[in-house]
T-cell receptor, first 114, second 112 residues
Framework: NAGVTQTPKFQVLKTGQSMTLQCAQD?????MSWYRQDPGMGLRLIHY???????DQGEVPNGYNVSRSTTEDFPLRLLSAAPSQTSVYFC?????????????FGEGSRLTVL | DAKTTQPTSMDCAEGRAANLPCNHS???????VYWYRQIHSQGPQYIIH???NNETNEMASLIITEDRKSSTLILPHATLRDTAVYYC?????????????FGRGTQLTVWP
């Protein structure tokens, strides 16, 4: 059981380049989300999705796009990378039932924008 | 959204109980308290959650005060592997199920 898989684990970009961080889960979870983590800032929610075709913004959505065409995948797109987007990115999923709060996280993707 | 306040850091001797406090004075009636931890460079890991009753699982115990304005996560016999950042989170009642806001957490250091 792979759980939540993120790729790539490391990436270096130049300012203005675009890229997509991939996230896939094999647990048939309806809910998926993206967080970024910066030193001393905890985890901040970027975007989330409650099911295929449905997405919404979190705390820090600017500069990022998402889509959810399947239950399994939730890619995060940076259309024009900026140094301020240098961070560690975590994807998470959960079953989304009322009494379940357990988020399953991926191992993270470390992005550096020069 | 209900916010949480945690100490920045704590330490604990190996084998002793670690008690991590959290204040959530603006918590609403339907909001759950969740605890996660993050070991260096890894993704966060779920520990436990509760509404108003005390909860216990194989990892920890969660004690929520009667007025629900604060809670304590208890690791009964801390080990070196419990050194991590611990996040206390209150679920956003007004948002979609599962949306959680993480703050800065408490860095717990367990020493030999």
């Amino acid at each position: 059981n792979a759980g939540v898989t993120q790729t790539p684990k490391f990436q270096v970009l130049k300012t203005g380049q675009s890229m997509t961080l991939q996230c896939a889960q094999d647990m048939n979870h309806e809910y998926m989300s993206w967080y970024r983590q910066d030193p001393g800032m905890g985890l901040r929610l970027i975007h989330y999705s409650v099911g295929a075709g449905i997405t919404d913004q979190g705390e820090v959505p600017n500069g990022y796009n998402v889509s959810r065409s399947t239950t399994e995948d939730f890619p995060l797109r940076l259309l024009s990378a900026a140094p301020s987007q240098t961070s560690v990115y975590f994807c998470a999923s959960n079953r989304g039932t009322p009494n379940t709060g357990e988020l399953f996280f991926g191992e993270g993707s470390r992005l550096t924008v020069l | 959204d209900a916010k949480t306040t945690q100490p920045t850091s704590m330490d604990c001797a190996e084998g002793r109980a670690a008690n991590l406090p959290c204040n959530h004075s603006t918590i609403s009636g339907n909001e759950y308290v969740y605890w996660y931890r993050q070991i260096h460079s890894q993704g966060p890991q779920y520990i436990i959650h509760g509404l108003k009753n005390n909860e216990t699982n194989e990892m920890a115990s969660l004690i929520i005060t009667e007025d629900r304005k604060s809670s304590t996560l208890i690791l009964p016999h801390a080990t070196l592997r419990d050194t991590a950042v611990y996040y206390c989170i209150v679920r956003d009642r007004g948002s979609t199920l599962g949306r959680l806001y993480f703050g800065r957490g408490t860095q717990l250091t367990v020493w030999p």
